[in-house]
């Protein structure tokens, strides 16, 4: 960051520290407050690491309705820009999907699963734990998949993000099954926005690519994304 100063308020001590391009430019101070137990900070973007540092009020209220959402806890928004002071209240996933898709019903489909086993971060043999909680209905058109993971929103190109690769393995074999059961040609582009997910997954390792460190590209997400997707719809085909 250009510069980031962060102001920690905890039992009356007002805590502060000051930092530029990821360094330390001032020592800790502190000092008496009355303000409540909280965190302020106050940062920009450093030009010379990001193509883009204007952030303005509408990516703030996406980011808190992110975390209302998937972190499922409330989000009171002050925007002094647009004279506008909301709280948005806690949700799920399962409301963002119904929010984004304007669906007067609960999502068709649901699945919250907990999956372990060894993997490699870095040239490093871990183990992994990864909780994956995944929504998903058919809508008319323009469905796509929004994925978070460890309550970060992945923005990620198809081709590079597991979550991604791990659902559209699962439609491909799904599909797959049916054109030859029913021996009829099914193309790719006849179902794949009739779809609509929201992902979200915690894992204790992952490997963040990207700029901003917005895709992950482990196999064992994909692999226990496609899994769980796959066990759902096979179960409501047979």
Not at 90 to 114: C, E, F, V
Not at 153 to 161: I, S
Request: with cysteine; proline share 3%.
């Amino acid at each position: 960051s250009s510069f980031f100063v962060v102001h920690s308020y905890r039992n009356g001590v007002c805590s502060t520290m000051k930092f530029e391009h990821g360094r330390p430019v001032s020592e800790l101070t502190e000092e008496e407050t009355t303000e409540p137990n909280g965190t302020f900070i106050h940062w920009k973007p450093d030009s010379q690491v990001f193509s883009e540092v204007n952030m303005g009020s509408q990516f703030i209220e996406d980011i808190s309705n992110t975390v209302a959402y998937v972190s499922g806890v409330s989000v009171h928004l002050v925007d002094h820009i647009k004279g506008s002071d909301r709280l948005i209240p806690a949700g799920s996933i399962k409301d963002m999907l119904k929010a984004k898709y304007n669906l007067d019903h609960t999502p068709r489909w649901q699945t919250k699963q907990l999956h372990h086993g060894h993997t490699e971060i870095k040239e490093r043999d871990c183990i992994y734990v990864l909780e994956d909680e995944i929504v998903f209905d058919i809508v008319p058109s323009g469905g796509e998949i929004t994925a978070h993971h460890n309550g970060v929103l992945m923005r990620g190109t198809d081709v590079r993000n597991s979550h991604h690769i791990g659902i559209y393995y699962a439609l491909e074999t799904f599909f797959k099954r049916v054109s030859k059961d029913y021996e009829v040609k099914i193309k790719v582009s006849d179902y794949i926005d009739r779809f609509a997910f929201v992902v979200n997954g915690y894992s204790n390792v992952a490997s963040y690519r990207g700029q901003t460190k917005d895709f992950v590209d482990d196999l064992f997400i994909s692999s226990s994304i496609a899994q769980d997707v796959q066990n759902i719809i096979e179960m409501e085909y047979d």
